[in-house]
């Protein structure tokens, strides 16, 4: 099995990069990721404030920050984007904007960004690049916040889930998936509010040809496994139907 240096960014592929922080203490680790395409180089949800340094320095290893375009956020939380405020400040580029949903942007203000926001629902949940290349916006509401985005990448068939496909785990490798499901499950059954809410978000993905999926939390999905995961937590109990 091939071991990583997760001191440095790892690439997935040639033109997506992860650019998180292995935090060997902690059992929920962040999964900023880097996509370089062309004329654009996005950066999605890159992160809090205690991880601003690994994330950045991995950034810029990569590509100048003035190349970054766009900070696609897939929702509020300060794991997410709690960081923004100081990457912007070191973004030198016109074109930067910050990439979520509408409901999100009345919250995401509140960490003191200055960069415009383009906001998915107001531009038919796509972005096109310089390039051609189109990345695709789902709506996935309370999983797990209410103003949830996924983006879809049509050039590689590659799904950045946010907090959906996430695991909690101490025992953690960016490209070791959990085929038992039990660290995928903890964390599904204590963020999603009921199984109608999951099940809905599942049978939707099913209608895209997916190759991998990235989430903000746990490891790699990909192949066989991808359509596995979808099916397994279309039928899993989470949040209020374990109450009783």
Same mark, same amino acid.
């Given at each position: 099995?091939?071991? *990583? ?6 690439? $997935? ?67 997410? %984007? ?13 074109? /930067? ?13 509140? *960490?003191? $960004? ?25 709506? $996935? #509401?309370? /999983?797990?916040? #209410? ?20 695991? $909690? ?26 199984? !109608?809410?999951?099940?809905? %978000?599942?049978? !939707? ?10 989430? !903000? ?28």
């Amino acid at each position: 099995m091939a071991t *990583y240096d997760y001191d440095n960014s790892v690439a $997935i592929l040639s033109d997506i990069h992860w650019v998180g922080f292995y935090d060997k203490e902690a059992d929920l680790h962040c999964n900023p990721y880097l996509l370089i395409d062309d004329k654009d180089t996005i950066l999605f949800d890159p992160g809090s404030i205690p991880h601003f340094a690994n994330v950045f320095r991995k950034v810029i290893d990569l590509v100048k920050p003035d190349d970054i375009t766009n900070i696609i956020v897939s929702h509020q939380d300060p794991d997410v %984007c709690g960081n923004i405020a100081v990457v912007e400040d070191l973004i030198d580029n016109d074109r /930067l904007k910050i990439v979520t949903h509408s409901s999100a942007t009345r919250l995401i203000r509140h *960490y003191g $960004i200055k960069t415009p926001f383009y906001e998915v629902d107001e531009n038919g949940y796509k972005l096109a690049l310089s390039s051609g290349r189109v990345l695709e916006f789902i709506y $996935i #509401p309370y /999983l797990h916040s #209410p103003f949830a985005i996924a983006t879809y990448d049509t050039k590689t068939k590659t799904l950045f889930s946010g907090d959906l496909f996430g695991a $909690i785990t101490k025992d953690w490798d960016l490209f070791t998936y959990d085929k038992s499901f039990t660290t995928i499950d903890a964390w599904h059954k204590f963020i999603v509010p009921n199984n !109608q809410i999951l099940k809905s %978000c599942m049978n !939707q993905l099913k209608s895209l040809k997916i190759d991998r999926i990235l989430p !903000q939390h746990g490891s790699v999905i990909q192949g066989e496994d991808v359509s596995k995961t979808i099916e397994h937590l279309e039928n899993l109990p989470c949040g209020a139907d374990l109450l009783k």
